[in-house]
C-alpha cells in the first residue's frame, strides 16, 4: 500500500477472485470529494497465503460459519467456546478435507497460527504506512476477520478511527456490534454511499461528535442507535462515479496471482441497479439478500454502458458480473438492444427472474449474457407459492431450456424445508428429473435457511418458531455480544417439515443428473429437426452416444411445434394451429399432447402443456458446450 493515511480494507473471507463492488465504488467517491483512499484486498493475501483452492472453500462454507471461525482466535482470544464449532460439524469438516485435502490439524493451525500472524503483520504494515482511518466493509464471512484486525489496530495505536458498515451491519446488527466491541467507533447501517465521505471529512477535520445523518451510528449515539434511520442514496444512480478497482489488479500481481489463477476466470462487478422490483410486489418468503433496502432504483442504460467500456478499457476485460439483485424489465430491454448495436462482444453475468420467453433469452445472449442466477429454487408450482415467487415450475423448465439452447451458464439451486411442505412436492420433482436430464442441473439440493430480514424471521410468513441465532455464530463469537440482534442467520422450530425420507427421492434424482452432467463425453441432449413432411427428435437423454431417434409425422410434428416456445393450454395450442392453417379437433389435439406427455417428449403442468425439445441448429455452440464461466 502506498503512504495513505486511509485504509479501505476488505478481509477474508470475500471471494479473492473478484474485485469488492463496495471497495471500488467507495474509493471512486471518495476521489470525487478530493480524498485520497487505499484499497487493501487483504482476502487476496490471505488466499495467497493458504492456497486459493483452500481459501474458495472456506469462503463458501456457511452453515459451519468455518470461514469466520479461522479468525475467531485473532478477534476473541478468551473465547473457548469456539474451540468445539469443528466438533459440531463434522460432516462439513470433513467435506472440507475431502475437496481439498485439508485436515482437522490444518484447520487449527489455520486459526491458532496463520490468521493470528496474518492479522499482527498487517496491521503492522498499515500502521507504517501512517494510517489514520481504517474503513471495513463486512458482508457474509468477512466479520471476524475485520473485527480482529481492528482489534489489533486499537491495541497498537489508539488512536486509529476504525469504521465499519455493510450487509452484517443492516439493521439493528450494526448497533449491536458497535455496543460489543469498544474496538468500532462508527457505524454505517444501510448504503454508505454519502455518509462514507462525511464520515472522513470529520474525521481527518478532527471534528467530533460526528455530523448527525441517516444510518451513522458512533459511540456517541448509542442510546439513539434503535431510532437511527437507515441510509439510502437518495439521487439518482447515474450520479455515481464508475468504481476503481486498480488497487486489487495490484494486489494479485504482488501476491503471485493472475486471472488465470482462479477455478473461475476474474468477472468484473458493475452495477446497474438496487434493490428487487419483484421483492417490492412479494417478498419471496425466504429471501433476505436485499435487508432493508428493497426499493428498487435502477441506472440509465447509457451510464450502465459508459460504466461497462470504462472497465473494459481500464483492464482490458469483456467479462463482468451484475452485484444486482435482479435485472429490472426496462433495464433487460434497453441493454438487449443497445449492446448488440454498438457491436461490442462482452460476456456479462446477471441475476434475474426465470419467466423468460425464447425471445427474451436469445436477445439476452445476443447481448453478451452468458451466464446468470435465475432464482428458480424449485419445480414444484405448490412450493413455488408458498414461496412467494410469482412463477410456475413448467416456466422455469422453459427458462432452462433456452439457457441450454443458446448457451447461457445458468447457476440455480433446488430448496427444500419450506412450512407448508408436504412429501408429494418432492416426489413429484423427483419423477419429473429424468425428463430433464438434456437440461442444466442444479449445483445443489439445500434447505432454506431463516435469514434476518426475510419474511420468515419476523412473521410476515408464518410457520417456523423459536428463532434462535445459528450455532456457529454462538459458538465463534464471545458471550457479551447481543447475538439476538447481531446474527444474520438463525435456527428455528418447524412442525410441518416433510423429513429427510421425503427429500431423498429428489436428492437421489438431483445426484443421478448432475452425474450425468460430470460424465466424460456429450452431455445429455434432446433436440428436434424441422423437416418437409415431419419431425425428427434426437433423444440422447440416457445415452447420448447412442441416442434414439423418433419421427413425429404431420400433424404431430405441428403440434409438437405448437408448445415450442412457451407452455401453452390446450386451447392456446389450438389457436395455434388455426393460425397456421391446421385444422384438428380438441379431442385429436388433446389425444396428441397426451401422446407427447406419455413419451415423455412434453411436460404437462394442469393445463399447460411444454416441448421439452430444442432446435438441433445451436446459434451459440453445439449441444453440450455449456460450462461456467
Avoid at 126 to 141: E, V
Avoid at 234 to 253: I, K, Q, V, W
Avoid at 374 to 380: D, T
Avoid at 448 to 465: I, L, M, S, W
Wanted: net charge negative; aromatic share 8%.
Amino acid at each position: 500500500m502506498p503512504e495513505q493515511t486511509i485504509a479501505l480494507v476488505n478481509m477474508p473471507f470475500a471471494a479473492a477472485n473478484a474485485p469488492s463492488m463496495q471497495v471500488g465504488l467507495l474509493k471512486a467517491i471518495a476521489a470525487t470529494h478530493g480524498i485520497e483512499v487505499a484499497a487493501v484486498y487483504a482476502n487476496v493475501e490471505f488466499a495467497a497465503r493458504i492456497g486459493v483452492d483452500l481459501f474458495a472453500r472456506l469462503s463458501d462454507v456457511h452453515e459451519a460459519q468455518l470461514g469466520e471461525w479461522v479468525f475467531s482466535r485473532a478477534a476473541f482470544p478468551s473465547n473457548t467456546r469456539a474451540d468445539a464449532l469443528p466438533g459440531r460439524f463434522p460432516a462439513v469438516v470433513a467435506a472440507l478435507a475431502a475437496e481439498t485435502g485439508t485436515t482437522a490439524a490444518r484447520l487449527a493451525a489455520l486459526r491458532e497460527h496463520d490468521a493470528v500472524a496474518f492479522v499482527a503483520e498487517l496491521a503492522e504494515r498499515l500502521l507504517a504506512d501512517g494510517l489514520r482511518i481504517a474503513c471495513f466493509t463486512s458482508t457474509f464471512q468477512q466479520n471476524v476477520a475485520s473485527l480482529a484486525l481492528a482489534r489489533e489496530l486499537k491495541r497498537r495505536d489508539p488512536e486509529v478511527f476504525c469504521l465499519f458498515g455493510g450487509a452484517n451491519f443492516d439493521g439493528p446488527m450494526g448497533a449491536a456490534y458497535l455496543r460489543a466491541f469498544e474496538w468500532i467507533d462508527a457505524a454505517v447501517v444501510g448504503e454508505a454511499d454519502e455518509a462514507f465521505p462525511a464520515v472522513l471529512d470529520a474525521v481527518l477535520a478532527g471534528r467530533r461528535p460526528l455530523p448527525a445523518m441517516p444510518g451513522l451510528i458512533d459511540r456517541s449515539r448509542l442510546d439513539d442507535a434503535p431510532h437511527v434511520e437507515r441510509a439510502t442514496f437518495t439521487r439518482p444512480l447515474d450520479t455515481l462515479p464508475t468504481p476503481d478497482y486498480g488497487d486489487y489488479f495490484t494486489a494479485l500481481e504482488r501476491a503471485g496471482l493472475s486471472r488465470g489463477g482462479f477455478e473461475i476466470p476474474v468477472r468484473i462487478p458493475f452495477e446497474s441497479a438496487r434493490g428487487c422490483w419483484w421483492g417490492e410486489k412479494s417478498h419471496c418468503t425466504f429471501c433476505g439478500v436485499n435487508g432493508l433496502g428493497m426499493g428498487f432504483r435502477e441506472k440509465s442504460p447509457s451510464v450502465v454502458i459508459r460504466d461497462l467500456e470504462i472497465l473494459a478499457r481500464r483492464h482490458r476485460t469483456v467479462t463482468f458480473s451484475a452485484v444486482d439483485n435482479i435485472l429490472g424489465p426496462r433495464l433487460r430491454a434497453a441493454l438487449t438492444e443497445e449492446l448488440p448495436r454498438l457491436g461490442y462482444d462482452l460476456e456479462l453475468f446477471y441475476e434475474l427472474k426465470a419467466n423468460l420467453s425464447r425471445e427474451h433469452v436469445r436477445a439476452l445472449r445476443n447481448a453478451g449474457v452468458d451466464a446468470v442466477q435465475p432464482g428458480i429454487e424449485s419445480l414444484s408450482s405448490r412450493l413455488l407459492t408458498l414461496m412467494g415467487k410469482g412463477i410456475r415450475a413448467i416456466q422455469n423448465v422453459n427458462a432452462l431450456r433456452w439457457f441450454r439452447h443458446h448457451g447461457v451458464w445458468a447457476r440455480w439451486s433446488l430448496l427444500h424445508g419450506f412450512p407448508g411442505e408436504v412429501a408429494t412436492d418432492y416426489a413429484e420433482q423427483a419423477a419429473m428429473i429424468p425428463l430433464l436430464h438434456h437440461l442444466q442441473p442444479p449445483q445443489m439440493l439445500c434447505p432454506v435457511r431463516v435469514e434476518r430480514f426475510t419474511p420468515y424471521f419476523d412473521g410476515r410468513a408464518p410457520g417456523f418458531t423459536n428463532l434462535r441465532p445459528a450455532t456457529a455464530f454462538e459458538l465463534v463469537y464471545p458471550e457479551h455480544l447481543d447475538t439476538a440482534q447481531a446474527a444474520y442467520l438463525f435456527e428455528a422450530d418447524c412442525d410441518v417439515l416433510v423429513g429427510p425420507q421425503a427429500i431423498e427421492p429428489l436428492r437421489a434424482a438431483v445426484r443421478g443428473w448432475q452425474e450425468r452432467w460430470e460424465a466424460d463425453g456429450m452431455a445429455p441432449f434432446l433436440t428436434f429437426r424441422n423437416a418437409p413432411g415431419g419431425l425428427f427428435v434426437d433423444d440422447g437423454r440416457t445415452a447420448p452416444a447412442a441416442p434414439r431417434r423418433l419421427y413425429c409425422e404431420a400433424p404431430l410434428g405441428d403440434v409438437y411445434l405448437a408448445c415450442l416456445d412457451r407452455p401453452r393450454s390446450l386451447a392456446s395450442a389450438g389457436r395455434a394451429l388455426d393460425e397456421r392453417g391446421i385444422a384438428m379437433s380438441t379431442e385429436e389435439l388433446a389425444a396428441a399432447l397426451e401422446a407427447f406427455v406419455a413419451k415423455g417428449l412434453m411436460l404437462r403442468e394442469d393445463d399447460l402443456y411444454l416441448a421439452l425439445a430444442t432446435p438441433a441448429r445451436h446459434p451459440h455452440g453445439a449441444p453440450g458446450e455449456v460450462a461456467p464461466s
